[in-house]
């Protein structure tokens, strides 16, 4: 299956180091070939980069990695396509618009027995499941709060309930923004790293490459770096339980939504 990277910082980062790692998952150190992207919000814009080739190799994924793009939300996935063919339209991250902002879709599994709304405001362009949950979730919400981003804590136990029942359909691991909140949800593997004060060094899994975050930084910063599997080898990742919804704000996951 595919994989995903997000990042949620409470000051401008850029996903440098980590999008180094992940990119060899595109086709150097596992086999997700299929195409890949990467999303930053930046303001109110969301600057997107798509590519149908496998990531290790892309040239623009090369650019990425040398373009230290700052941002406070990330959302990037690289592909191993089961539903619908290998093309630019079916790479994720998806974006939308809702109430005046850009949402970004990522997707990590298979739903295949989900069906599309034909009657919905949303509608995919491409041909994967993926797009039709991410147009399906939209489509959701809107109808429940159809004029403006409700309280988090109204928003949230809304996306439990239409996460869950596209959840029943198969594995819906996702991640999700609007470049103020952060969603992530875990269906069979998901995990995440908050890097605060004292920063250290950390050591990629996929590529001979360590930073000292301690360089890099100050004492107020932090960072939550969102993953289907670790990056590194020397650091202590969370995992995200099955059937779990988190929400990151500021570097931090948010508790006691529920």
């Given at each position: 299956?595919?994989?995903?990277?997000?990042?949620n910082?409470?000051?401008?980062?850029?996903?440098?180091?980590?999008?180094?790692?992940?990119?060899?998952?595109g086709?150097?150190?596992?086999?997700?070939?299929?195409?890949?992207?990467?999303?930053?919000?930046?303001?109110?814009g969301?600057?997107?980069?798509?590519?149908?080739?496998?990531?290790?190799?892309?040239?623009v994924?090369?650019l990425?990695?040398?373009?230290?793009?700052?941002?406070?939300?990330?959302?990037?996935?690289?592909r191993?396509?089961?539903?619908?063919?290998?093309?630019?339209?079916?790479c994720?991250?998806?974006?939308?618009?809702?109430?005046?902002?850009?949402?970004?879709?990522?997707?990590?599994?298979?739903?295949?027995?989900?069906?599309?709304?034909?009657?919905?405001?949303?509608?995919?362009?491409?041909?994967?499941?993926?797009?039709?949950?991410?147009?399906?979730?939209?489509?959701?919400?809107?109808?429940?709060?159809?004029?403006?981003?409700?309280?988090?804590?109204d928003l949230y136990?809304?996306l439990?309930?239409?996460?869950?029942?596209?959840?029943?359909?198969?594995?819906?691991?996702?991640?999700l923004?609007?470049?103020?909140h952060?969603?992530?949800?875990?269906?069979?593997?998901?995990c995440?790293?908050?890097?605060?004060?004292?920063?250290?060094?950390?050591?990629l899994?996929?590529?001979?490459?360590?930073?000292?975050?301690?360089?890099?930084?100050?004492?107020?910063?932090?960072?939550?770096?969102?993953?289907?599997?670790?990056?590194?080898?020397?650091?202590?990742?969370?995992?995200?339980?099955?059937?779990?919804?988190?929400?990151?704000?500021?570097?931090?996951?948010?508790?006691?939504l529920?």
């Amino acid at each position: 299956m595919c994989q995903l990277l997000g990042m949620n910082c409470n000051v401008p980062t850029d996903i440098c180091f980590s999008f180094e790692g992940f990119c060899a998952r595109g086709g150097k150190t596992d086999d997700h070939k299929d195409g890949w992207g990467i999303a930053f919000f930046e303001g109110l814009g969301c600057r997107v980069f798509l590519d149908d080739s496998p990531s290790s190799t892309s040239p623009v994924a090369a650019l990425v990695r040398q373009y230290p793009i700052k941002s406070m939300n990330v959302i990037a996935h690289i592909r191993k396509a089961t539903v619908g063919p290998v093309g630019l339209e079916n790479c994720h991250p998806f974006k939308r618009e809702l109430w005046g902002r850009y949402w970004v879709f990522a997707h990590n599994g298979d739903v295949p027995t989900l069906a599309a709304d034909p009657t919905g405001i949303y509608r995919p362009v491409g041909q994967t499941d993926s797009e039709r949950a991410f147009c399906l979730m939209l489509n959701g919400i809107r109808q429940r709060f159809p004029d403006r981003k409700p309280p988090i804590q109204d928003l949230y136990l809304a996306l439990q309930e239409i996460t869950a029942a596209i959840a029943a359909h198969g594995i819906f691991n996702y991640l999700l923004s609007d470049g103020e909140h952060f969603f992530a949800h875990c269906s069979t593997k998901l995990c995440y790293i908050v890097r605060q004060a004292p920063f250290a060094a950390a050591h990629l899994i996929d590529e001979d490459l360590t930073v000292d975050f301690q360089e890099l930084t100050t004492p107020s910063d932090r960072v939550a770096i969102i993953a289907t599997t670790s990056l590194t080898d020397n650091e202590q990742w969370t995992p995200i339980q099955p059937g779990e919804l988190l929400v990151f704000e500021d570097g931090m996951p948010l508790l006691a939504l529920d």
